[in-house]
C-alpha cells in the first residue's frame, strides 16, 4: 500500500520513508507531503514490512533490521510509478538513513536522496556516529534537520566529515520532529513549509 501526494507539473517524485516509531499516514507526514507536492514534487509514501505488520495486528512490533528495511526499499524503488521524472528517495529519520544507505549502495535507478531529521548519531551519544556510508554517495543529498535535534544538533554535525555532494540546511530552534521553540514566534508548519522550500529548490537545482 502507498499514498500519493499529486502535484501540479511536477519536477521529481519523491519516494519517501517514515521514521521508525509513527506510520506513513502520522501527521508530521502528511503536512510533510502536502506542503512538498504544493512545490511541484510528486510523493509516493509507503510503509516497511514491521509497519505494515502493527497496523494489521494492532499491535507494536520493533523496526526490521537494516538489510530487510533496505530489500523493502529496493522494492518500492523497482516498482513506483515515475511518469518519466527524476526519482529521489527520502524519509523521515530512519528511512532518510536507510534511503541514503540505498542510494550509497550504487542504485543506478536513484538521483538524489532528501533526509528529515537524520539521525546521525543516539541521543546523548555523539561518538557513535551513523555516517560512514555518506562518504560513499554518487548522487547530492539533503538534510533539513532541527537545530535541537537530539540526534544530531550544529556543533556535533559541523564536525563529522560529511561528502562534498551532501548540503545540511538547518531549521531555526526545530527538534527531530521539527517543532520549535514558542518564542521562536514559529510553529511546526513554518519549519516544515522551510524544509519543502529548501527541498524543492534542491532538486530543482
Known amino acids: 500500500m502507498t499514498l500519493i ?13 517514515h521514521g521508525a516509531g509513527a506510520p506513513m499516514d502520522s501527521p ?17 509514501r509507503f510503509e516497511f514490512p514491521y509497519m505494515q505488520r502493527r497496523r494489521e495486528e494492532q499491535r507494536k512490533f520493533p523496526p526490521n533490521r537494516a538489510p530487510q528495511l533496505l ?19 527520502g524519509g523521515k529519520s530512519m ?3 536507510m534511503a541514503s544507505m540505498l542510494a550509497a549502495e550504487g ?9 528529515f531529521g537524520y539521525p546521525f548519531h543516539p541521543p546523548g551519544k555523539p561518538e557513535n556516529t551513523r555516517t560512514e556510508h555518506l562518504a560513499s554517495l554518487a548522487v547530492p543529498m539533503l538534510i533539513c534537520q532541527g537545530e535541537r535535534d537530539p ?16 548540503e545540511v540546511h ?6 527531530h520532529d521539527f517543532k520549535p521553540l514558542k518564542r521562536s514566534g514559529l510553529d511546526q508548519q513554518d519549519l516544515i513549509n522551510m524544509a519543502a522550500d529548501r527541498t524543492a529548490a534542491f532538486i530543482k537545482r
Not at 542504485?107 to 533526509?115: H, K, L
Open 71 to 89: 530489500e523493502a526499499f529496493a522494492r518500492q524503488v523497482a516498482s513506483v510509478e515515475r511518469s518519466g521524472l527524476p526519482l529521489w528517495v
Open 95 to 97: 528511512g532518510g538513513r
Open 170 to 175: 538547518w531549521l531555526p530552534s526545530g527538534d
Open 107 to 115: 542504485a543506478s535507478e536513484i538521483d538524489g536522496v532528501v533526509a
Open 28 to 44: 508530521f507526514m502528511e503536512l510533510l507531503a502536502e506542503a512538498l507536492a504544493d512545490r511541484g514534487i510528486q510523493v509516493v
Open 5 to 17: 501526494s499529486s502535484a501540479k507539473n511536477p519536477v521529481a517524485t519523491l519516494l519517501l520513508a
Open 151 to 166: 540526534f544530531g544538533k550544529p556543533d556535533e554535525v559541523g564536525e563529522y566529515p560529511l561528502g562534498g555532494g551532501i
